[in-house]
């Protein structure tokens, strides 16, 4: 199932002279041959190749890893109904998780995120995470390949009540799903109004972060250094932007999301893998993230 809105096969193609449809072609028999894997439209494996820089078998393990992460990690990838999943509609109030519309110079697409409201107790990790990931993927549907992504988040009110509420095993396998299985190239991640209690979580997720993805950590005591990274009139108003206030913009990127519903729902039922079809190795829960408590299995490094 496509989505209402996505970039065509032939914009693709159009827009980037090293995507072939041979290499396509390549991917969907490969996938056929893959019985664990579910079925997609071709127009799917054109972001898997994009973010792979057209590298045929660094595309495959990536979209393995997609699908199989996804099956994996519930907590995230599962009810993700923006209109009737009182969890997540109860996290639009907490935090906002929005796609800003200009893009760098550079050309990269920027998603947006901070607090909405500061009480720990309304903060759940993993619905946070699953808001940002259905912003994410619903901004790379509609943009189709970019130049790159930049996430940046604003740090004010992140309290050691948040952090410790976050779950270390789920930074692990969030961090590993970014990482290895993301069809996105990420250029950057942002910290605005960073404080002492960003070193404290950094500290939690440096363990599973690797380099590359350190690398691409920037952080920003106020937005005059911010500014040259990020076109600054592109953020919300109280950032000195233009875009609009940061809960105006929230609710109008709420009901885009609402739009997608059909296609978030279908996504959970599809989009998914089959293990006990999986010829060869057998990629477990336990065998891609480690048993709770053990982080052996999971080599970042």
Known sequence: ?????????????????????SDLQMLKDWMEKQPHLPRIEIEYLVMFLHSNYYRM?????????????????PEVFSNRDPVAWMELRKTFSVIAAVPLKEKTNEGYIITFAKF????????????CVKYLLMTCEVQNLEHGTSAG??????????????????????????????????????????????????DTLLNLMKPFMKKELLNLLHFHSNMETAKKYLPIEA????????????KEIAANHIKLLEEFRDWFQYDEVSSRVNESLRVGKCD???????????FKKLELD
């Open 1 to 21: 199932m496509l989505p209402i809105r996505y970039v065509s096969l032939e914009e693709e193609l159009k827009r980037n002279p090293e995507l072939k449809m």
């Open 57 to 73: 078998e660094p595309t495959k393990k990536t979209i393995d890893n997609f699908f199989t992460i996804r099956t994996f990690l």
């Open 149 to 198: 992504q930049i996430v940046v988040f604003d740090a004010t009110g992140l309290t050691f009540a948040h952090v410790a509420s976050m779950n270390l095993i789920g930074i692990k396998k969030i961090l590993f799903y970014i990482q290895e299985a993301a069809p996105i190239r990420l250029k950057g991640l942002h910290v605005l109004n960073t404080m002492p209690m960003v």
């Open 284 to 294: 477990s829960a336990e065998n891609l993230f480690g048993v709770e408590g053990s």
């Open 116 to 127: 909405l409201d500061l009480n720990p107790n309304k903060f759940n990790y993993f619905e």
């Open 235 to 246: 953020f919300p108003n109280e950032y000195g932007g233009k875009a609009g206030s940061s």
